[in-house]
């Protein structure tokens, strides 16, 4: 079976093999099934191509797919979207963590720019000792 990989054709018969030399867990950064996030996070995947990936591993493999809520623009209807996604798939595990913005990123700039981040000393002391050259 063949199914379409971001640089072309992916030949899912090796996929068995991966129980024949020991592997027995696969896990995807996927981070939303809705496009827009995608969009937003400047993410490029193809949402359709990491379904059928997944769907097409061995079913006794252990599959986690990992997810990031909180993004600008997120919504009821983009986690619904992503929820039904971990459903549709058969992900046997899913877990999601709340977006952190951190200084000297794009995403901390425009969060800055638009007032939601206040003070800068609160998010450091949040952040802690994760920022390198930062106290």
Do not use: W
Request: net charge positive; proline share 6%.
């Amino acid at each position: 079976m063949e199914v379409p990989g971001p640089r072309g054709p992916f030949d899912c018969k090796p996929r068995g093999a991966l129980l024949q030399v020991g592997c027995y867990d696969v896990s995807f950064g996927l981070e939303s099934a809705a496009v827009e996030i995608l969009t937003a996070m400047n993410k490029k995947m193809d949402i359709d191509k990491a379904s059928a990936n997944i769907r097409s591993l061995p079913s006794r493999l252990e599959t986690h797919g990992s997810f990031i809520v909180g993004m600008p623009g997120e919504n009821q209807s983009t986690i619904g979207r992503t929820i039904n996604f971990i459903k549709e798939v058969g992900l046997k595990h899913a877990g999601a963590g709340i977006l952190t913005v951190f200084p000297g990123t794009a995403l901390y700039d425009m969060a800055k720019t638009k007032g939601m981040i206040k003070m800068m000393m609160s998010i450091v002391i949040i952040l802690g000792r994760c920022m390198p050259g930062r106290t």
